[in-house]
């Protein structure tokens, strides 16, 4: 693993989530990459190894991280529908989870089977056919982001995280009390949803199928805005967002032509004016 660029893979998984992060290199094999503002003992990290053909990342607790996994078993409704929409791309990437919940094996996509007490957890994610030796050192690095992204994108819906509102920014923290000095803050769950409609649906634009990565090369990696396809203005509060259906991806372009009118347009027609004008 040394050959990785750890500000690189740090910004990247920043980026993503919201979450700060830190990184340590175990070996040639391994990595752990830890969130920053979990104390060392109570929080866990995510253990990325290079195997025989394939690559690993595993959801590691730490040794006093009780409160923790038993809050994350109380996950609710809405961040167990979540917690499936991220598992459905990640399976559709190829990936293979397994999740062990109270030493027993559970089904990942079928969060109504899981047992509402939980003592521990362990997760896991491989991707393969990953061949170390003909990896470059950009390759690499993409295969860490992709594979501890794929543990974050599960761990995140069920982390505790309280949504605070100020103005327009939502930060989000866990519950006070629950536990001690255990905070995950300034997080975004508009950043998570982002996340999700992307996972589903790709970095593609919706409407003109624009990829920013293949036309503009490596700078482009990642690049797509998101839209909401019911204005936030006229969905309530406790409306939960399904990233999969209320969101889609599209290149900035088409995002301004969506709102030339007010309600916005749907994809569908904007792509018939297209299909019209020529
Ligand atoms: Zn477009
Ligand atoms: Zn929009």
């Not at 293979?96 to 559970?106: H, P, R, V």
């Not at 543990?151 to 995280?161: C, E, K, N, R, S």
Request: aromatic share 6%; glycine share 6%; net charge negative.
């Amino acid at each position: 693993m040394n050959r990785i660029n750890l500000i690189n893979v740090i910004t990247r998984i920043e980026n993503r989530y919201g979450l700060p992060v830190i990184l340590n290199i175990i070996d040639k094999e391994s990595l752990e990459i830890r969130p920053l503002d979990l104390d060392k003992g109570t929080g866990f990290c995510i253990k990325v190894t290079l195997g025989w053909r394939n690559i690993v990342a595993e959801f590691i607790p730490d040794n006093y991280s009780k409160n923790l996994i038993s809050i994350m078993g109380l996950a609710d409704e809405k961040q167990k529908l979540l917690f499936k929409i991220m598992l459905l791309s990640i399976l559709h990437s190829g990936k293979e989870i397994e999740m062990i919940i109270n030493n027993e094996s559970f089904s990942p996509s079928r969060p109504d089977s899981w047992p509402s007490e939980w003592k521990s957890l362990y997760l896991k994610s491989v991707n393969y056919p990953v061949i170390s030796e003909r990896l470059s050192s950009i390759d690499l690095q993409n295969n860490v982001v992709d594979i501890a992204c794929s543990i974050l994108a599960l761990l995140i819906p069920l982390l505790p995280l309280e949504e605070t509102a100020t103005g327009d920014e939502t930060t989000i923290g866990l519950p006070e009390g629950a536990l001690t000095r255990v905070e995950v803050n300034k997080y975004e769950r508009s950043s998570l949803n982002r996340e999700a409609c992307i996972m589903v649906h790709g970095c593609k634009c919706a409407v003109c199928k624009l990829e920013f990565e293949s036309f503009y090369g490596p700078i482009g990696r990642d690049f797509i805005h998101v839209h909401h396809i019911l204005p936030v203005s006229t969905v309530g509060s406790g409306y939960i967002i399904n990233p999969s259906t209320d969101l889609v991806p599209v290149c900035p372009n088409c995002h301004s032509m969506l709102h030339k009118r007010n309600p916005p347009y749907m994809v569908e027609e904007l792509k018939s004016i297209i299909a019209k004008k020529s």
